[in-house]
């Protein structure tokens, strides 16, 4: 089932579970909610210090894994394409952790996470497995936190590359 406006509407998690529309792309939603992730950056970023940010990270991960949870149980999909709070939370995290950087080194970063996330190489991959649901199971809190969590190891793969360059 490929989401709608209407869908998304209609319970107060799909809005951020689908990234407020950038999940609804009919390709690439996992990019489109990426480069929405970057966007909502620029704008919410200069209003924040970094322990605020930090706090600003945590709320939005603990309301994300609630939203990815309810969203995937209602797709009745474990971990649906549509859904790209995980890219927004993912890439906010390079960003927040790999500035003050330019135009192009975020460009950079966004080519690298994109990879990541959507190659899965070695660690991304055993992320990814990590937490899939098994024949039998229903779509849980567990399922919600690996939604989450793949991403968040494709932005550690991505952070540990731009701190090799850096050093470099």
């Known amino acids: 089932m490929q989401p709608t406006w209407r869908f998304m509407f209609a319970h107060p ?3 951020i579970a689908l990234g407020f529309g950038a999940g609804l792309a009919p390709g690439a939603p996992g990019t489109i909610g990426t480069l929405w992730a970057w966007a909502a950056y620029a704008i919410l970023r200069p209003g924040f210090d970094d322990a605020q940010w930090g706090w600003v990270m945590a709320a939005a991960f603990a309301l994300g894994w609630w939203a990815c949870t309810l969203t995937a149980r209602h797709l009745a999909v474990a ?21 003050p950087m330019g135009l192009l080194g975020q460009a950079i970063a966004f080519v690298l996470f994109r990879y990541f996330d959507a190659a899965k190489p070695g660690p991304v991959a055993w992320a990814d497995r990590l937490f899939k649901q098994r024949a039998g199971q229903g779509i849980g809190w567990a399922q919600g936190f690996g939604i989450l969590f793949d991403d968040l190891v494709a932005a550690l793969c991505t952070l540990l590359v731009i701190a090799l360059w850096r050093w470099w």
Not at 79 to 99: K, R, S, T
């Open 79 to 99: 971990d649906p394409g549509a859904i790209v709070w995980d890219e927004v939370i993912a890439f906010w995290l390079v960003l927040w952790l790999a500035m």
């Open 13 to 15: 998690a799909r809005p």
